[in-house]
């Protein structure tokens, strides 16, 4: 299959690298809002994306993208707030997903309950003829479970929101039901939480990710 160049760039920063210290290690923290919670009907309405190296959050070089909406739903603007029209510059899905896929490249995204957002972007990708993501997944409400004391075993949920994390890491909450609001409170959620892990400081790739 004749993929288009931006595709084949993205794919070759995967090339040739072997897994770093995680400390050092790019992260990309990313939102999406959406229409809905279904991947195949429903569209992402904007991504919000920030950059996380050597445990600082690169805020100067985040990601905001909103999208041309061939999907309205009324019902959840007074979720995220996103009319139709309205004032904000708007770009089709495929400008979107070069500009996602330019800045993220072979960076480790991190995304509360990350399992929506990747299901979100993939259904996208296919919709305009491309591939899954090939980038390695966290999803802080799964990492936080795991960075709890042994003494709050029992009282592990089995769903954390990101207003949970925030409440219990003192991570504030400004521009929540913002994409970009929401990858930067996960990106302060994750950091906190990482802080939390890394004090065995053994803390391997495989624990990290999930396995």
């Known amino acids: ?3 288009p160049d931006f595709w084949l760039e993205y794919l070759n920063t995967f090339k040739s690298k072997k897994r770093g210290i995680i400390q050092e290690t790019r992260f990309v923290a990313f939102d999406t809002e959406t229409t809905g919670f279904d991947s195949k009907t429903d569209r992402i309405l904007s991504i919000g994306a920030v950059s996380i190296t050597g445990k600082t959050i690169q805020v100067n070089q985040s990601l ?13 603007v007074k979720i995220h707030g996103l009319l139709k029209k309205g004032s904000l510059q708007k770009i089709t899905e495929i400008e979107a997903i070069k500009l996602f896929l330019d800045y993220i490249k072979d960076a480790v995204l991190v995304a509360h309950h990350a399992g929506f957002d990747k299901k979100m972007v993939n259904e996208m990708l296919i919709r305009n003829g491309l591939d899954k993501l090939k980038n390695r997944f966290i999803d802080t409400g799964i990492l ?3 960075s709890k004391h042994i003494i ?5 949920k089995e769903h954390y929101s990101l207003d949970d994390l ?11 039901h913002t994409a970009s609001g929401d990858a930067l409170i996960t990106a302060m959620v994750f950091l906190k939480i990482l802080a939390r892990l890394d004090k065995r400081k053994n803390l391997k790739w495989g624990y990290l990710l999930g396995r």
């Not at 905001?64 to 959840?76: A, G, H, L, N, S």
């Open 1 to 3: 299959m004749n993929y």
């Open 64 to 76: 905001e993208i909103y999208i041309e909406q061939d999907v309205f739903k009324p019902e959840t």
């Open 144 to 146: 936080y479970n795991k």
């Open 152 to 156: 709050y075993r029992d009282n592990l």
């Open 166 to 176: 925030s409440d219990e890491l003192n991570v504030t909450k400004e521009d929540r």
